[in-house]
């Protein structure tokens, strides 16, 4: 039998084990806002996965990826989480101690409780082609198979935020891995925008599109 360190939570819900080479723990290095139209996100780089939400009311809200440094279509709340093993922080917790977990290389972090003071609580996962895609608006909205949460209360929609890095640009007539943050309804919703709209070209007219990356809905704990 290998020796190393396996630790898992309620449930058998794994948490660490140093016997997985490729498994990494994120940790946030980044928090920011942006203000207006393609409002670039900072301090960004590749392999880092982002999280966010608009910062107040109702309406389309989403990444562009393709943009370097990417961007949000409207003022937004993110937050960069990149692997432990890339992170420099080490008294992040309020202290320079803590415990520090290496992969089975005996170099590479897995986990350092030093470098973080909050965590992301992913509520859901949303797979590869599970959202059907809508061009959603106030005034019409598509909920079937494109409902990606349902706020619990106030302070859980006004906390939820969504992962941005299938986002590919909002516009007029297409958009791609993007969201609607509704709060006509009950305590809050996000919904799934994602569409070509040919506008009757070639006798063509909406197309919905379908989420092509993973999708991350949670909060911060």
Do not use: C
Not at 28 to 50: E, F
Not at 119 to 138: D, E, V
Request: aromatic share 10%; hydrophobic share 35%; net charge neutral.
């Amino acid at each position: 039998m290998a020796y190393g360190l396996q630790v898992s939570g309620r449930n058998n819900i794994y948490q660490l084990d140093t016997l997985l080479s490729s498994t990494v723990h994120m940790t946030v290095v980044h928090s920011g806002v942006t203000s207006g139209s393609n409002g670039q996100i900072a301090n960004y780089t590749a392999g880092d996965l982002v999280v966010g939400r608009p910062t107040s009311g109702s309406g389309v809200f989403g990444s562009n990826f393709v943009s370097s440094p990417p961007t949000l279509n409207v003022a937004g709340t993110y937050k960069i989480l990149r692997a432990i093993s890339g992170s420099s922080s080490t008294s992040l917790n309020g202290s320079t101690y803590g415990a520090v977990v290496y992969k089975a290389n005996g170099t590479t972090k897995q986990f350092d409780s030093r470098t973080f003071a909050n965590g992301f609580g992913i509520n859901t996962i949303w797979h590869s082609g599970s959202l059907y895609g809508a061009k959603q608006s106030a005034s019409s909205l598509t909920t079937a198979n494109n409902t990606v949460w349902t706020s619990t209360s106030s302070s859980n929609y006004t906390n939820t935020m969504v992962s941005l890095n299938g986002g590919l640009g909002v516009h007029n007539l297409t958009a791609f891995d993007s969201f609607y943050f509704d709060t006509s309804v009950g305590t809050g919703r996000v919904l799934f925008h994602s569409f070509i709209d040919f506008q009757g070209a070639l006798g063509a007219q909406l197309m919905a599109i379908a989420n092509f990356s993973e999708i991350l809905v949670g909060d911060f704990k």
